[in-house]
């Protein structure tokens, strides 16, 4: 599976992003996705998971709501709609596929396949 993260750049706090990621190499509807973040001097965090049909969805409770991940297995890609931006939310984004159907949860143990990352900037 590739996956190609797109749709990062700097945007002021309170604006809004929509990132994407494309996915190829397997049936993009056999697995599910997920998305994460790493800031600077942090740990990569988890942020939203969606199941294989879009069914189920998982955020961290971190988001308070201001996220939201979707997907259109038409056009094997996933997105995060990100609202209300902060400078908090600055960091590199990226998507992951975990293809265990036995699988869910918010660790990135989880995913075996990883994009390359976009990177987010929040200016104050």
């Known amino acids: 599976v590739q996956l190609q993260a797109c749709g990062g750049g700097v945007v002021q706090a309170g604006g809004s992003l929509r990132l994407s990621c494309a996915a190829s190499?397997?049936?993009?509807?056999?697995?599910?996705m997920g998305w994460f973040r790493q800031a600077p001097g942090k740990e990569r965090e988890f942020l939203a998971r969606?199941?294989?049909?879009?069914?189920?969805?998982l955020y961290a409770d971190s988001m308070n709501g201001r996220f939201a991940i979707s997907r259109d297995n038409l056009k094997n890609t996933v997105y995060l709609q990100m609202n209300s931006l902060k400078p908090e939310d600055t960091a590199v984004y990226y998507c992951?596929?975990?293809?265990?159907?036995?699988?869910?949860?918010?660790?990135?143990?989880?995913?075996?396949?990883w994009g390359q990352g976009t990177q987010v900037t929040v200016s104050s």
């Open positions: 969606i199941s294989r049909n879009g069914g189920l969805t």
């Open positions: 992951a596929a975990d293809l265990d159907p036995s699988g869910w949860g918010t660790a990135e143990s989880l995913y075996e396949y």
């Open positions: 190499g397997r049936t993009f509807s056999n697995y599910d």
